[in-house]
Structure formats: structure tokens, C-alpha cells
């Protein structure tokens, strides 16, 4: 996926903000924040979205979602409160087609979800 933004992150060309990393895992700021604390968690290896994830490993998606309780503790809103958010395809507005996850928080977020 030569062409692909975050796999461009992931080998370094594009510049980021990291806050976590692993051998299978990258998190880093959102270029634009939707909240106080905006972060996205990514796997490593390039998964479109949540609609492309036969064949994955169960032990991958697991450490996604630890990681984002990780990267809450780390950012300080473990505690406060944060939304784990995937948006998938056109209707919900997926514009980077890596798989990714929202860590949101840092204030009190909208009860609305769509
Ligand atoms: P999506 O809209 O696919 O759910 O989320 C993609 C996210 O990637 C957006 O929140 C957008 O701000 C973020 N983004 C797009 N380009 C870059 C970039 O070059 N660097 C970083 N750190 N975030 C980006
Ligand atoms: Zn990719």
C-alpha cells in the first residue's frame, strides 16, 4: 500500500506525533483534533477498516483495543473519561482507509454519536 497516508507514517515519510508504539501497533495525534485529546491508534500492518478484517488474528484486534486504555492512561483521561471510535466507510465518513481508532477526551464529549 504504497500510496497509503498512515502506512506512510508507519515507515516514517510522513511526520507524526507519537505517544505509543509497539512492534504491531503505531498511536499519534490527530492532525485535527476533535477534542482536548485526539489520538489514533493504527496496526502497523495496512487493514482498510473494520470491514476488512477476516483473516486477522483475534491477538491483533485485542491489542487495539488494550492499547486505547493504554494510550487514555498515558494522555491522563483514563480517569475523566474518553470515546474509542471507527469510522467505517462513506456514511460514517472514514476519509483515511487504514484501519484506525479514535481515542477522544480530555472534556466532556457530545452524548450524540451521529
Ligand atoms: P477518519 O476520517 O478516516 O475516521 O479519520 C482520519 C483521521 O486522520 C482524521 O481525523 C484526520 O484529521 C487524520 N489525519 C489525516 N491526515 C493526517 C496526517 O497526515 N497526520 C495525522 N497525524 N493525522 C491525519
Ligand atoms: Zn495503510
Redesign the pocket.
Known sequence: MDEC??C??VRGE????AVYEDEALLA???????ADR?V?IIPKRHLD?LCGLEGVEDSLLARLLRAAALVAKKEGIDKSGFRL???CGPD???????L?F?VLGGRPLSGQMG
Open positions: 497516508l498512515f506512510g507514517i510522513v511526520p507524526c506525533d499519534f495525534r490527530d492532525i485535527n483534533p476533535q485526539h489514533l477498516g471510535v471507527s469510522n460514517a465518513c472514514q476519509s483515511v482507509p487504514h484506525h479514535h
